[in-house]
């Protein structure tokens, strides 16, 4: 099974994966770029649902180079909307693991997100917390 079968298994499992298996099928794929990433995108964790969710978690919106809305989160009606208290963010090519990809850099907290290509639709992200362990993962799907 190839590196993004086993991601997309684990995606639809909705099953908790370990950190480390995460981060060694990250290192095994394929970097994506700004361009790649622009548009809106929905997801998840990587938990198995056992962390709690207060702000109802929807994906993230890549509007620009200069402009990415990092959470968005879903209302009761369903509707989305861009959670503001961490404020807004840009993207960069960044450096990580060896490979260059893009990269969300938070305005308002001390973050970064890596982005690693499963399909043409989806990506695994890697949340990379200043003064913490990197070992969040998510995976984003594109909105179509």
């Known amino acids: 099974m190839t590196t993004e079968e086993t991601l997309l298994e684990i995606i639809n499992s909705g099953k908790a994966c370990p950190p480390a298996t995460l981060m060694s099928l990250f290192e095994q794929l394929e970097p994506v770029s700004v361009e790649f990433m622009i ?5 998840g964790k990587f938990d198995g649902g056992k962390t709690p969710d207060p702000i109802n978690w929807y994906g993230k919106r890549f509007v620009s180079r ?3 809305e990092p959470l968005l989160c ?3 009606d369903g509707s989305v909307y861009a959670w503001e208290n961490w404020g807004a963010a840009q993207l960069r ?3 990580f693991g060896g490979k260059v990809q893009a990269c969300l850099i938070y305005d308002e907290k001390p973050m970064m997100d890596y982005f690693r290509k499963v399909t043409d639709d989806i990506v695994i992200g890697l949340g990379d917390i200043k003064g913490q362990p990197t070992e969040f993962f998510f995976w984003l799907k594109r909105d179509q």
């Open 39 to 43: 548009g809106q995108w929905h997801g």
């Open 66 to 68: 200069e402009y990415a």
């Open 74 to 76: 879903r209302k009761e």
């Open 93 to 95: 090519d960044v450096a």
